[in-house]
């Protein structure tokens, strides 16, 4: 088959490797139909993530086809139309049965294996350990374009975003970040009614995204002195009563700081690389939390109902669309999302 294969920082490939086969008794191969990319596929190609090695296949999202089941699989049968969940989950360890499958300990103590620790999604067919419980079934007249954004970002916004920030009815709420991460939280903090959301980016065009497609009631571009000022004047007590962090620099993280309220909650949601001070100092007598993660995506299968319900729309994250065999110029166009005016590429089989 083929496949997107990492070499090493700054090397990939689209080639010829084996066909994935069942290993385990609980394995699933699913024939992949949709796939996207990641902003931590880019991290890995820019040689973030040292565990990724030489010859791993990438990608952890996908939508595909079964075409086999290990002996241990009961639940799922050739033909089934699936949602690969970015995160592993064996559901029995001591972590998956209380809903945090990102430390999966079947899976090794980090659910988070595909395109990571073995071979992912971006190819033509992929292995799903623990495939009962890491798959979800696609409803009747969803269409692959519906859902793909349910491996991952859409539960990444929600879980770390929405639910971590606890958005409640009348709640102002201010994203800093408007990439697909942050979107996704805007779109998925509608299901809670805040009064505002208020979209922080430094592009234009993925702020106007955020107030057409994705429930931003308020936009502000973080890029000249005062935003702070302005974002404050929105809210209702001179502050957020939830802010999200969508970027993973300690500059928004520290800005998150300043535009909390009072009773408060800063949903740190992205990845950082750098350590950022905390101004412990004030933030305690202000009764602020702070939360932070890696996605467990255990609410991927709510998340398929709202969107079957008609109660959840991700499709306008799709802006780019490839076939698989272009999955290198899917690479160049998302590699550059911000000139290229993207937000997710679609590639299809
Ligand atoms: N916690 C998790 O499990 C998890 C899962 C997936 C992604 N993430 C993280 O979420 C974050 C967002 O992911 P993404 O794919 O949307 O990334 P992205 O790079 O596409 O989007 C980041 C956005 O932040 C904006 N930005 C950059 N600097 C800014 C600044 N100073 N002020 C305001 N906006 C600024 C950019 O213009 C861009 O639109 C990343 O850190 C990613 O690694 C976390
Ligand atoms: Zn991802
Ligand atoms: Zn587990």
Redesign the pocket.
Known sequence: MKALVYHGPGEKTWEEVPDPTIQDANDVIVKIDTTTI???DL?ILKGDVPAVTDGRVLGHEGVGTIVEVGTGVAKFEVGHRVVVN?ITTCGTCAYCRVGHP?HCQSAGGVGWLLGHLVDGTQAEYVRIPFGETSLHSIPEGLSDEEVIFVS??IP?GY??GVLNGNVQPGNDVVV?????????AMVTAQLKSPRRIIA????DF?LEAARRSFGATHTVN??HEGWMDEVRALTRHGGADVVME????P??LE?AFELVRPTGRIA?????GAPVTMPIDRLWIENITMT????DAVTAPTLIELIEAGRLNVRPLATHRFGLDDMLEAYDVFGQ??KNSA?KVVITS
């Not at 800093?176 to 996704?184: D, H, R, Y």
């Open positions: 990641c902003g931590s991290h970015c990102s991952d970002i990444t879980e770390m800093i970040g408007s990439g697909p991460v942050g979107l996704a922080v980016d430094l592009d993925r973080s890029g969508a970027v993973g620099i500059a928004t800005a740190n949601i992205g990845v950082h932070m993660g890696l996605v999302a911000g937000l």
